[in-house]
């Protein structure tokens, strides 16, 4: 493959050979769970995204979304009517549903491709939402962050944020995650700070809250064999978090990086293919992370535009190719309408490859094989 979607060897090589030392002297001083550099990692999170509050680093992001729900939980034990844009990643759903709840699945808007605010008063009129699960996609945010925000609030509506995607994501110049109350991330390797495993953690602005999800992800515990609550086992490793520690001393360097190969990408693509694709990009005043290149077609079918840059050893991704309510796991929801915009991105959407350490030259050679197939 000349381009892959992704490749993870350029970040990967930032490390260097003291750095690399630091990290594997997690073995010497056998920090395998939890220990120091957990709460360092929690401690520098904290710092960098300017947050008020507690950050509790957890073995991934969609067990964030998870001890949310269970903390929710100590203190209601009626199932919730939960709202979830069906377009997302199937952690955001599959949290409201693995807690016993209802997802309300809602449209997206068509511009900033995140949860439609008007679809979201829709859902709350129809079904009185208890809570909404709001992911922040693409490497991007909301146009209506601050209005849905505002909506929730108002209508006593229990806001978590799903930042899977979104960290390092800022809005006026100020990180987006700085804002929220409950907000999460996710530490897979192919995210923006990607660890060297599985992990994510919580952003909890609320000391009790923040409390009750620190001890649900270690077993519920209060003391080392008294268990306040039943809880899980969602610890980090000392590994994943020196790991992510040294990351995050260059995400500012890998967020420009990756940032720069999208402006090329729009630069080089330009107006050539007017009619035939969409470039889609953050909305105005948001400073995206460069998680995601994101384009929709309307004049070829996806399947013979991945087919014809395959062969050439590009390889492209589609995120996302279905709707959540299209899911072959089964479940019940509500939904307040058809979702015609989400529906219209799932059929439509196509990512070229997009990573740290992109080259122009593999820039270069991913358009010309695009307008190879458009002119053709
Ligand atoms: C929007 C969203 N939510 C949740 C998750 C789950 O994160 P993890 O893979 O770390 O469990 C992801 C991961 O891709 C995601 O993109």
Known sequence: MTVPFIDLKPQTALVSGAERRHINAFFDDMEFVGGKSTATLEADIVAHCDFDGDFIACANGTDALQLVFMALALNTDRPLKVGCPDVTFWASCEAIINAGHMPVLLDIDSHDLQLSLPSLQAGHEAFALDALVFPHLFGWCSAELEAIRAYCRAQNIF??????????????????????????????????LGGCMDG????????????????????????????????????????????LTTMLTKIDAIIEDRNASL????????????????????????????????????????????????????????????????????????????????????????????????????IDDVVSRLEAFFND
Request: avoid cysteine; glycine fraction near 10%; charge should be neutral.
């Open 263 to 362: 402006t090329l990408y729009r630069e080089k693509i330009g107006s050539r293919f007017e009619n035939k694709l969409n470039l889609h990009a953050p909305p105005a005043g948001v400073t995206g992370n460069g998680y995601l290149q994101v384009m929709t077609l309307s004049a070829a079918p996806y399947d013979k535009v991945m087919a014809h840059m395959g062969e050439h050893g590009i390889g492209l991704g589609r995120v996302y190719p279905s709707l959540m309510r299209e899911q072959p796991a089964h479940f019940d929801y509500l939904s307040p309408a058809e979702p015609t915009a989400a529906k219209a991105f799932v059929d439509s959407v196509i990512n070229l490859p997009l990573y740290f350490g992109m080259t122009e030259a593999q």
């Open 200 to 243: 994510g953690g919580i952003f909890v602005k609320d000391a009790v809250l923040a409390e009750n999800i620190r001890k649900l992800g270690n077993h519920g515990r209060s003391s080392h064999y008294g268990y306040e609550f039943s809880g899980v086992n969602s610890r980090m490793s000392g590994l994943q978090a020196r790991y």
């Open 159 to 192: 806001l978590l944020e799903d930042g899977a995607q979104s960290f390092g994501v800022k809005k006026d110049g100020r990180h987006i995650v700085a804002d929220a109350d409950v907000s999460t991330v996710s530490f897979y390797p192919a995210k923006v």
